[in-house]
């Protein structure tokens, strides 16, 4: 073969490995969720709400800022957790607990929560649960009413703690 000939032959290699490469890059990119939702799992992010009267509000660009965020309520029965998080260009509002295995924490995965104790996972737009322990996909994250005011999620108090007992309750 001719040095022209090689030259020819290792130029088409190396452009059909550029060639691979560049698919590869695509499809890593483009395979992150199919659906919308965030490609990696998302930890929360604790936050401290601002008590105010019978409200209390968490600031709107921190949780859109971490994605998934967390917050605990002082309750006449002791610390509830609470989760905040954007999903979908949603921002959502839930109770934080997973009854059976204590846990009071979930990461937010694709299109799923994920308790970070016991891995049950929850569909974030639904709070449903979806596979891993079976008693605890049957306490579904109930969601808690908020609105948007001067850059603040803020929910009332009794609203949050109706979405806690609606979890405790197997919402």
């Known amino acids: 073969m001719s040095k022209n000939g090689r030259t020819a032959k290792l130029g088409m290699s190396i ?44 600031p709107l660009n921190r949780v859109q800022g971490a994605t998934n965020t967390r917050f605990v309520v002082s309750t006449p029965s002791g610390q ?13 509002v839930r109770a934080s607990i997973c009854v059976p295995c204590g846990g009071q924490s979930y990461s937010l995965q694709g299109n799923n929560l994920v308790c970070d104790t016991c891995g049950t996972v929850f569909d974030a737009a639904t709070g449903k649960g979806k596979s891993g322990v079976p008693a605890c996909q049957t306490y579904g994250k109930a969601s808690a009413p908020f609105q948007v005011v001067d850059g603040n999620i803020v929910m ?9 007992q609606r979890t405790l309750d197997r919402s």
């Open 80 to 92: 509830e957790s609470f989760m905040a998080y954007v999903y979908k260009g949603q921002t959502y």
């Open 15 to 58: 452009a059909a490995v550029a060639l691979l490469a560049v698919v590869g890059l695509v499809v890593v990119s483009c395979g992150s969720s199919g659906s919308g939702g965030p490609s990696g799992r998302i930890r929360p992010v604790l936050l401290t709400a601002t008590v105010q009267g019978d409200s209390l509000s968490v």
């Open 156 to 164: 009332k108090n009794a609203d949050l703690l109706a979405a806690f």
